[in-house]
C-alpha cells in the first residue's frame, strides 16, 4: 500500500476506484455508508450515473489493512447490515419506510422521514432484517416489476419478523414507469413527512386479493390452463433469479449459487430441482407443475448460458478406503 492510498479519504478512493468510468462519461452521484448500530462505517457504495445514456454505475467499497480501500464488500456471515442502520437503532418507535436504493432514503431523510434500504434489488436474501422485527413497515416500491418482486420478496421476509406491513399504491402516484422516491419529491418539491404520510396505501392483506381479481379477468379471455401454465413458470424464473447467481463454465454447464448459503448447484440436477420445489412451496404455499418447472429451467438454462457470467467450478472428490 503507497503512501497516497494511506492517506486517502473514502471520497479520494471511490473517486479512483472510479477513474476508469469518469473518464467514460459517467459523473460520480453519491457515496453512501453501511454503518453498524453505533455508527461505524463498515462499507461504502459508489454511485455514479452517465448524464447522457442514463446508465448507472455502482459498486460497493471496503477498507483492507493491507490493500487500503478497494471493490469489495466485506464478509456478513449474518447478513449485510440494513442502510441508515445507526438511525433505526436510535430511533425504535416511528415508523420505517423501506424504498429500492440509497438515494430514496437520503431523499426522505431529508425531510425527517425514517427509511432504510437493502440495497439492490437483488439483496433481500443476503441482508439482516431482524433489526426491524415487530415495526410498523410501509415499502415504497419503484415503479416497475422489478419494484414490485422487490417489494413481494421483502414483505414475506418482514413478516416472519412480526412487523406490520403496508405498501404504498404507487399507481396513484402517477410516476412515469421505473419512478421511484427521488422522482415523487422531484415533483413535489414542497412534500412534508405529513404529505408522504398521506399517500395512498394498501394493506398487504388487500394486495393478494387485487392480484388474485386481476388474474381472474385475465382469464376470462384467455384459456384458462394455458395462462396458468405460463404465469407460473414465470414465477418459477423469478423466483430463482432473486435466490441464486445464475453462471455457466467453460464446457457451458449451467450453475446457481445459493445467494443465502453460497452453495453451488448444477441447474439440471436432482439437488437444484428439489431445492427449487421444496423452497418454492414453502414461500407460495403450492406445488409447481411439472411443465411449468421444466419451461422455467429451460428459460433459466438460457439465462446462466448466454446472459450471465462464465466462472470455474471446482468438484471436491472424496477419499475412499
Not at 436474501?125 to 419494484?147: M, Q
Not at 405460463?230 to 418459477?236: D, G
Amino acid at each position: 500500500m503507497t503512501n497516497k492510498t494511506l492517506n486517502e479519504t473514502p471520497k479520494d478512493a471511490a473517486r479512483r476506484l472510479a477513474d476508469k468510468s469518469i473518464s467514460e462519461g459517467f459523473k460520480p452521484e453519491a457515496l453512501h455508508d453501511y454503518t453498524d448500530e453505533i455508527g461505524k462505517t463498515l462499507h461504502w457504495r459508489i454511485r455514479l450515473k452517465n448524464p447522457i445514456t442514463k446508465e448507472k454505475w455502482i459498486r460497493p467499497m471496503k477498507y483492507c489493512n493491507e490493500k487500503g480501500y478497494i471493490i469489495g464488500e466485506p464478509e456478513y456471515p449474518n447478513g449485510k447490515p440494513l442502510y441508515n442502520l445507526h438511525h433505526l437503532t436510535t430511533d425504535k418507535n416511528s415508523p420505517v419506510i423501506i424504498c429500492e436504493g440509497e438515494s430514496c432514503v437520503d431523499s426522505l431523510k431529508k425531510i425527517g422521514i425514517l427509511a432504510t434500504t437493502s440495497g439492490s434489488a437483488d439483496s433481500v436474501l443476503k441482508t439482516d432484517w431482524k433489526p426491524l422485527a415487530n415495526r410498523k413497515i410501509i415499502i415504497w416500491p419503484d415503479n416497475d416489476e422489478a419494484g414490485l418482486r422487490y417489494a413481494k420478496v421483502v414483505i414475506l421476509e418482514l413478516k416472519k419478523l412480526g412487523c406490520t406491513v403496508q405498501q404504498i399504491d404507487i399507481e396513484k402516484l402517477n410516476l412515469c414507469p421505473k419512478g421511484d422516491v427521488v422522482d415523487w419529491l422531484f415533483l413535489n418539491p414542497q412534500a412534508s413527512a405529513e404529505d408522504i404520510a398521506a399517500l395512498p396505501i394498501i394493506d398487504i392483506a388487500n394486495i393478494t386479493i387485487e392480484n388474485n381479481q386481476k388474474e381472474q379477468q385475465n382469464n376470462d379471455n384467455l384459456n384458462e390452463d394455458k395462462i396458468n401454465k405460463k404465469s407460473q413458470a414465470s414465477e418459477l424464473v423469478e423466483f430463482v433469479k432473486l435466490r441464486v447467481k445464475l453462471f455457466h463454465d467453460k464446457n457451458s454447464d449451467v450453475y446457481a449459487k445459493d445467494l443465502l448459503t453460497g452453495e453451488t448447484r448444477r441447474l439440471d440436477g436432482r439437488q437444484f430441482k428439489d431445492w427449487l420445489v421444496s423452497n418454492f412451496y414453502e414461500s407460495c404455499l403450492k406445488s409447481p407443475r411439472d411443465q411449468a418447472v421444466r419451461e422455467a429451467f429451460s428459460t433459466l438454462s438460457g439465462l446462466a448460458r448466454h446472459k450471465s457470467e462464465c466462472h470455474e467450478v471446482y468438484i471436491r472428490v472424496a477419499q475412499h478406503g
